[in-house]
């Protein structure tokens, strides 16, 4: 809540208009009113405080570009960052695809849950990869516990 209420009307009206001026950067108003007589005793620590911005800014950002991507026939805007766009249009082509098969399979499917089934198909995908993944790890443990055995015993026996 603002401390408006307490400074008097005359008073309130040239540092309301000073703060409606200087919002801050993000968009947010101030939520505390702040007095004529301290934003001048401040003007130093202001001015220090505005210099840290442009080392915020300093970092290069990533130029983003709108990318129209279409999957089984309808274009969606897509913000991507400029150095992902190639691998975006390989995940487009990916999907589309995927999701044009699934559409021959089931012609009346809404796009809605076209999209959502061919979501939960390529989970499925994903998650029996990483299956696959863990059982072949597994598998070469024990196939080197196995070799480290055979070593061991070879060892012995010479």
């Known amino acids: 809540m603002t401390d408006d209420q307490t400074i008097p009307l005359d008073k309130q009206a040239p540092n309301n208009q000073s703060q409606n001026n200087q919002r801050p950067i993000n968009g947010l108003k101030s939520q505390k009113a702040v007095p004529n007589a301290s934003t001048s005793n401040n003007s130093a620590s202001q001015s220090a405080a505005a210099k840290p911005a442009p080392k915020t800014n300093s970092t290069p950002e990533p130029q983003i570009k709108k990318v129209d991507i279409a999957i089984a026939g309808v274009t969606y805007p897509i913000y991507c960052p400029v150095h992902e766009q190639e691998e975006l249009h390989s995940a487009v082509s990916y999907i589309n ?3 044009l098969d699934l559409k ?3 012609p009346s499917l809404s796009q809605e849950s076209l999209l959502v089934l061919c979501c939960l198909n390529l989970y499925e995908k994903i998650h029996a990869h990483q ?3 863990e059982d072949r790890v ?5 196939s080197e516990a196995l070799l480290n055995k055979i070593m061991k015993d070879a060892h012995s026996i010479l």
Do not use: P
Request: aromatic share 8%; no cysteine.
């Open 131 to 133: 299956r696959s993944d």
């Open 138 to 142: 597994q598998g070469d443990k024990q």
């Open 104 to 106: 021959r399979d089931a």
């Open 97 to 99: 695809n995927y999701a």
